[in-house]
């Protein structure tokens, strides 16, 4: 099976500043990986997804993650927040094959401070 | 439809009660998936239908829960007999492809067992 961990439960940052959420995985296969973002009062929304290919992805609201298979790492990053980014933040892994079912994070809460 | 609806938004049942969770996915969806989302946790995985086929159903808590999906569209999550610790969002989730590269949520129910 496989796991992650956030290590992060909140972040609080201002306007405009970078932020980087971390999220690390355990598996002992192959996996996809995932971010996915909740706003407040509404259902999960993928932000980015990493399947094969190039390890930086990019997102929608101008998110980007790096995967790093040798430290097993997802680790999510905007160089800018806007207030609008405040929500919940999620890392999920998934096997590539077998088993479909995706294994969440407890989640990070990004606050940006005005 | 527009997006994965899921009612009742709230439930409150009492110990003991039996309740009935309805997920609409998007229309031609083939993945259908159920998860549960305790509070301060991220989602945790229930079960998984392709079509009408439950191809996976193992993160079901007990044989309290059940769920179906007879005609490869709506799909019901039932509880029986429920207990506190059943309090959660449950949340579904659809894909149109079979596998899990991207998932569209539902905004949850919000069950509350007294």
């Known amino acids: 099976a496989q796991s992650v961990t956030q290590l992060d439960s909140q972040v609080p940052v201002f306007e405009e500043a970078p932020v980087e959420l971390r999220c690390n995985y355990s598996?002992?296969?192959?996996?996809?990986l995932f971010w996915y973002v909740q706003y407040p009062n509404q259902g999960l929304q993928l932000l980015l997804k990493y399947l094969s290919g190039s390890t930086l992805v990019k997102g929608i609201n101008g998110f980007e993650a790096e995967f790093n298979k040798s430290q097993t790492s997802f680790h999510l990053r905007k160089p800018s927040v806007h207030i609008s980014d405040t929500a919940e933040y999620f890392c999920a892994v998934s096997a590539l094959t077998g088993a479909n079912n995706l294994f969440f994070g407890t989640g990070t809460r990004l606050t940006v401070i005005p | 439809g527009a997006g994965v609806s899921q009612s009742p938004r709230y439930k409150v049942a009492k110990r003991g009660q039996d309740v009935a969770l309805r997920c609409d996915p998007i229309s031609g969806h083939v993945s259908l998936f159920w998860y549960q989302q305790a509070l301060g946790q991220g989602p945790e995985f229930l079960t998984y239908?392709?079509?009408?086929?439950?191809?996976?159903k193992s993160g079901l808590p007990s044989d309290r829960f059940f769920a179906e999906r007879p005609e490869g569209s709506v799909s019901t999550l039932k509880i029986q007999r429920t207990q506190q610790e059943d309090s959660a969002v449950y949340l579904c989730?659809?894909?149109?492809?079979?596998?899990?590269?991207?998932?569209?949520f539902g905004s949850g129910t919000q069950l509350s067992v007294l």
């Open positions: 989730a659809s894909s149109l492809s079979p596998r899990n590269e991207k998932l569209f």
């Open positions: 598996s002992s296969v192959s996996v996809y």
């Open positions: 239908f392709q079509n009408e086929a439950q191809l996976d």
